[in-house]
């Protein structure tokens, strides 16, 4: 059985940092990508960043610039790297693992909230 846990949500202030990571646990069969979501009250889940296998990126137009994706493939662990954070950017964020055999994973989801 493979969970994803994840840490590092919380709150802060306009313009601060968070670090989030999602480890995965049990085995896992060859992660093709790995991947942040968010999701804010009233919305639908949008995807926020993206990493391949490969080191490829991409993020969504909202977060360039200020977020940073990054992979540690030998603890199976994925990384976003939070800047300049806005208030419209709390929201739950979730990771996500995509394996060669059609495997998705979800984690729990971890608070972000971004207030004075």
């Known amino acids: 059985q493979v969970q994803l846990v994840e840490s590092g949500g919380g709150l802060v202030q306009p313009g601060g940092s968070l670090r989030l990571s999602c480890a995965a646990s049990?085995?896992?069969?060859?992660?093709?990508?790995m991947g942040w979501y968010r999701q804010a009250p009233g919305k639908q889940r949008e995807l926020v960043a993206i990493i391949t296998k490969g080191d490829s990126t991409n993020y969504d137009d909202s977060v360039k610039g200020r977020f940073t994706i990054s992979r540690d493939n030998a603890k199976n662990t994925v990384y976003l790297q939070m800047n300049s954070l806005k208030p419209e950017d709390t929201a739950v964020y979730y990771c996500?693992?995509?394996?060669?055999?059609?495997?998705?994973?979800w984690g729990q989801g971890t608070q972000v909230t971004v207030s004075s």
């Open positions: 049990g085995s896992i069969f060859s992660i093709i990508t």
């Open positions: 996500n693992f995509r394996t060669f055999n059609g495997g998705v994973h």
